[in-house]
């Protein structure tokens, strides 16, 4: 499968813990996106990446959450000091420039008790 | 500020009949929309854009400047229509997507 893969799909953890998200993207794509998406909501906007360079984070992305993308492949995303606020589904997308079509991973699910 | 508003969260038509899914921008410059589709238990993915002109799946959308609208259409609904369908835009800079909050489309039997 050579789409945009992400780990772990579910996470549970207790409030408190530190959680990190793996995205794999499209081999050729040089943009990266990540995006939160909460039931019944659509996707929102979290930061997105043009090869290493993180261009653009949302004010949504508190100190606690941080996004890096080393060397321009794959990506991570860090929430530290986890809230039950970031229960969601944390999308992944990539893209080749600026096309606007998106590529999306299956997500990362994720639960705060 | 960009905004996508799709006023149906929930819309559901019987089979053969026609579909419109409403979708609503705010934007000062020039957008880009787009309208992308998420089946059950699969990925997000795009359905159309705008400036592609095209018929995809037998969905089209006008983009209307005027009223500030980007609507999707079918004549005629067919049961594998049935997904969650989120508007979406994008500046001509493509730095980033804004979605709606989507619209579950059901197509009964």
């Known amino acids: 499968d050579t789409g945009v893969s992400q780990d772990p799909r579910h996470k549970i953890t207790k409030r408190g813990q530190n959680v990190t998200f793996r995205c794999d993207p499209i081999?050729?794509?040089?943009?990266l996106y990540w995006y939160r998406q909460t039931l019944g909501q659509g996707p929102e906007f979290l930061t997105y990446?043009?090869?290493?360079?993180?261009?653009?984070k949302s004010r949504l992305l508190s100190d606690r959450f941080s996004a890096e993308r080393p060397k321009g492949s794959f990506s991570t995303l860090e929430i530290q000091r986890t809230e039950q606020g970031d229960s969601a589904m944390y999308l992944c997308?990539?893209?080749?420039?600026?096309?606007?079509?998106?590529?999306f991973g299956e997500g990362s699910r994720l639960t705060v008790l | 500020a960009q905004r996508v508003t799709q006023p149906e969260k929930l819309l559901s038509v019987f089979k053969g009949a026609p579909v419109e899914l409403k979708c609503n921008y705010s934007?000062?410059?020039?957008?880009?929309l787009f309208w992308y589709v998420q089946y059950s238990r699969q990925r997000l993915q795009l359905l159309l854009r705008?400036?592609s002109r095209e018929s995809i799946k037998g969905f089209t959308a006008d983009l209307n400047k005027g009223e500030t609208s980007f609507h999707l259409k079918k004549p005629f609904a067919q049961e594998e229509d049935s997904a969650m369908y989120y508007c979406a835009l994008t500046n001509q800079g493509a730095q980033k997507l804004v979605f709606g909050q989507g619209t579950r489309l059901t197509i009964n039997p």
């Open positions: 997308a990539s893209s080749r420039g600026h096309t606007g079509e998106l590529f």
């Open positions: 934007y000062s410059g020039s957008p880009e």
């Open positions: 990446f043009q090869n290493e360079a993180q261009l653009e």
């Open positions: 081999s050729e794509h040089n943009r």
């Open positions: 705008h400036i």
